[in-house]
């Protein structure tokens, strides 16, 4: 069963706390992002990575850092200097095309409530 | 010049009647233009997009209008249905320096089918 997985589907951390948010796909993408979503903000990058090893900051990423040790997982943590963690997480990931065209597939999502 | 504005923020249609959310960009570097579903407490699913080297795309009910000199895309449900109350993101990508092709989002129109 391809896809993506996000784990837990619920978090609840207290305050301080740095937490780790889980993606993986076996769809085989090179490419893997996390987005925060909040309620009538739409979708806002946070980071992504297109090859092992390797990744960089998207536009909120402060608070946020990842890591990208395998292809097939890319882990965000929530840490403790995020100043508004509480938020719908989503991890995407998709095919490097040679051209421009990035057709984005998304997790299930994780629901963060800190308080 | 990198946002995408979608309208409008939210929708009411009677099942049966053809709903249209618009988009609008400024990025003359865009050159894919992403249609996104998405249920409450879910993951967007990729829907329909389309190029800019065609004008028009429909896969089942759903259709993507694209009018590139008033930079400005649309979609068309057609014989909307209540399973298709859902959260709709347009989103937009290019080659443009530093874009790496990641997709900007609009902030979402929640549409209502009812019954």
């Known amino acids: 069963d391809g896809g993506i997985t996000q784990s837990p589907k619920y978090l609840f951390r207290k305050e301080g706390q740095n937490v780790t948010l889980s993606c993986e796909q076996n769809?085989?993408?090179?490419?893997m992002y996390w987005y925060r979503q909040d309620p009538g903000q739409g979708l806002r990058l946070i980071y992504y990575s297109q090859i092992v090893n390797d990744f960089q900051k998207g536009d909120i990423a402060e608070g946020y850092s990842v890591s990208r040790e395998k292809k097939e997982s890319f882990p965000l943590t929530v840490t403790s200097a995020q100043k508004n963690p509480t938020a719908f997480y989503l991890c995407a990931s998709s095919i490097i095309h040679s051209g421009t065209h990035y057709e984005q597939y998304f997790g299930p999502g994780t629901r963060l409530t800190v308080t | 010049q990198q946002q995408v504005k979608q309208s409008p923020q939210s929708l009411i249609v009677q099942k049966g009647g053809i709903p249209i959310i618009n988009c609008a960009y400024e990025n003359t570097a865009f050159d894919y233009f992403p249609w996104y579903q998405q249920f409450p407490g879910k993951g967007p699913a990729l829907l329909i997009a389309i190029r800019p080297d065609v004008s028009e795309k429909k896969e089942g009910r759903f259709t993507i209008s694209f009018n590139k000199s008033a930079k400005q895309f649309s979609l068309h449900i057609m014989d909307s249905q209540p399973g298709d109350s859902a959260t709709y993101f347009c989103a937009a990508s290019g080659d443009y320096g530093g874009s790496q092709g990641n997709l900007i989002f609009g902030k979402g129109t929640k549409l209502s089918v009812k019954p």
């Open positions: 769809l085989n993408h090179d490419a």
